[in-house]
């Protein structure tokens, strides 16, 4: 029996009131630093009921039993009523959070309010469209070139005339005894891509050449497409058929007539220029059926002599290539009289011929909008 049963009363009384004070307090703390603070007054090592514990000691072996027991009770609750508060707390931290960053992912995108895509951009990628469903993947090279891929792999030795008609710029480096210079036409990377790995081979490379010209149709610097296609049995109607799809899809017309006029290039053997029917009236021209011709690209077989100089049977194998400029056919289909203010950087011509950002064209989509 307690030696003093008034002492354990009160103090029984006392453990009541503190837990209904601290459970209250648990209760109405409105974040998880309030009840932090709370945890640490009443259970820290300086809290409330840590105080209590301490008087234990001076108490009889009975009293001290029974007020320990009870004690312990305390902390029990308090501390399982800590818990229990925070988890609510923290996950109606976590609702606000989530009302907070709501997003309606259904939402469509808003479409971008500035920047124009430029004319040659849209028609690369017009091309790269229509050879990719062909099977074509892009490669490149780089605008400065050694005179071995520029001209000599291309069947052009030092001296050989066609060289002059190529206006080039020369760079003031040389690799191999010859001055590097800006490659004057896409064709380079023919002699890249077959030197870089064995047949078969089929690719366009689209990029900025340089050739030393000024006037409404000629720019120092402008876009060429190179064509490659290498493989045992690729011949002639290979390459009529393949442009002829070309020029239909990229001018978007069914009934565009076209015609192969023998010419001469020295690294294709036979060589032709290829023309598309146009109509031209009054000053304006018409791309499609009509009693006019335009020129539009160059092409033929590749010149055994440029596959013995990349190491290639031309036994084994064989194929077309082609170029043809990319700036001509952006003027031609979207209507762009001089090809000099495709460089001027007016933002205002940009606003007027140019793409928006999200016209991505497509052959399914739709390759101009
Ligand atoms: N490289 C030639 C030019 O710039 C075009 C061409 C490429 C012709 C490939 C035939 C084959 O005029």
């Not at 976590?94 to 995108?109: G, I, K, W």
């Not at 690209?297 to 084994?316: F, I, N």
Request: net charge negative.
């Amino acid at each position: 029996m307690a030696q003093d049963e008034g002492t354990v009363q009160a103090a029984d009384a006392d453990v009541g009131g503190l837990q209904r004070a601290l459970l209250a307090e648990v209760a109405s703390a409105g974040d998880l630093d309030t009840l932090d603070q709370l945890r640490v007054t009443a259970l820290g090592k300086k809290g409330r009921i840590t105080a209590l514990t301490k008087t234990l000691g001076q108490l009889d072996p009975d009293t001290r039993k029974h007020l320990g027991q009870r004690y312990n009770r305390l902390k029990e609750t308090v501390a399982a009523a800590i818990t229990a508060r925070k988890a609510e707390l923290e996950s109606e931290a976590l609702d606000v959070q989530l009302q907070a960053e709501r997003q309606d992912v259904t939402l469509p995108a808003r479409p971008l309010p500035a920047g124009r895509i430029h004319p040659v951009s849209q028609v690369t990628e017009e091309i790269i469209a229509i050879f990719g469903d062909m099977g074509f993947t892009v490669a490149e090279g780089p605008d400065v070139e050694n005179d071995f891929n520029n001209f000599s792999a291309l069947n052009m030795p030092p001296e050989h005339p066609a060289r002059q008609m190529h206006d080039t710029f020369y760079v003031e480096a040389e690799q191999d005894g010859r001055p590097l210079v800006l490659r004057t036409h896409t064709s380079p990377v023919q002699i890249r891509t077959m030197l870089a790995g064995p047949p078969p081979h089929r690719i366009i490379a689209p990029g900025r050449t340089y050739r030393c010209d000024y006037d409404m149709t000629h720019t120092p610097m402008f876009h060429q497409v190179e064509g490659l296609m290498i493989d045992r049995r690729t011949h002639m109607g290979h390459l009529k058929g393949c442009l002829t799809d070309f020029v239909r899809a990229i001018f978007e017309r069914d009934d565009i007539p076209v015609r192969f006029r023998p010419s001469f290039f020295p690294f294709t053997e036979p060589s032709a220029e290829m023309d598309i029917g146009c109509k031209r009236q009054g000053g304006e021209l018409t791309i499609g059926a009509g009693d006019d011709w335009l020129e539009i690209l160059g092409c033929g077989m590749v010149h055994p002599k440029v596959l013995r100089a990349v190491g290639v049977d031309p036994d084994v194998w064989q194929g077309f290539a082609f170029g043809m400029g990319i700036d001509r056919i952006a003027m031609l289909k979207y209507g762009i009289p001089d090809l000099r203010t495709f460089f001027e950087a007016d933002l205002r011509w940009l606003r007027h011929y140019g793409f928006g950002a999200l016209d991505v064209p497509t052959t399914r989509g739709g390759l101009s909008r």
